[in-house]
């Protein structure tokens, strides 16, 4: 099945940095990776997401990239907020298994002032 | 609010015991997932239900059992307790491909 591999596991960034996480999957039939942050306590939320027919994704602050020949993608946080602290996750899923997602063990990023 | 509704939101019990955790889907999704997140590990998918019926199984193991309902809520039973499944249980819903909502979680703690 699925495996998701996601790196660093934590991630300390001055304010106004920028901050890279990246993640590998193994199955190359999945087409759907989407990013998604976990504040302390509470429940995971999607922050953005990409499809296999999509190079790169941008949305403000944040972007994805993909790069399905290596099968990797990356989450990209430009000026960092202390805000953007939390537990980020990416995932991996095939539509023709109706959206159960594989998700990587976790990113935990610290972003101090 | 996400609109997907798990109950309750806390749970004490004793080894070798039996719960059941509830979860009400977005209205209108008609897919149904449960994951698992223990101290410091991430989520592990469980198992997953399509409009009442099973269509995807996880890392799930034989004690736990799920089913989803006609009015499209689903519950989850885990039996005979362990200490290692004190963890904080996710439910989410979608449509069927896509984004997935997530509850609030039902945290179990195993005594």
């Known amino acids: 099945g699925e495996n998701v591999e996601q790196h660093p596991s934590t991630l300390s960034v001055q304010e106004g940095d920028s901050a890279v996480i990246k993640c590998t999957y193994s199955?190359?039939?999945?087409?759907?990776f989407p990013w998604y942050k976990q504040e302390l306590g509470k429940r995971p939320q999607l922050i953005i997401d990409?499809?296999?027919?999509?190079g790169e994704k941008k949305d403000q602050r944040i972007a994805v990239t993909l790069n399905k020949t290596a099968k990797h993608f990356s989450l990209h946080i430009t000026e960092t907020q202390p805000e953007d602290s939390a537990v980020y996750f990416c995932a991996a899923s095939k539509d023709n298994q109706g959206g159960k997602l594989i998700f990587g063990q976790g990113t935990e990023l610290s972003v101090k002032p | 609010d996400s609109g997907v509704t798990q109950t309750p939101k806390h749970l004490i019990t004793a080894t070798g015991q039996r719960v059941t955790l509830r979860c009400s889907p977005r209205s209108g999704d008609l897919s149904v997932y449960w994951y698992q997140q223990s101290l410091d590990q991430g989520l592990q998918f469980l198992i997953q239900?399509?409009?009442?019926?099973?269509?995807a199984k996880g890392n799930i193991l034989e004690r736990f059992s799920a089913q989803q309902f006609p009015d499209l809520h689903s519950e989850l039973n885990l039996s005979s307790l362990e200490l290692g499944d004190s963890a904080l249980y996710f439910c989410a819903s979608s449509v069927w491909t896509g984004e997935l909502f997530f509850g609030e979680g039902s945290r179990l703690t195993v005594l």
């Open positions: 199955d190359s039939a999945s087409n759907y």
């Open positions: 990409i499809r296999s027919n999509v």
């Open positions: 239900y399509y409009n009442g019926e099973e269509r």
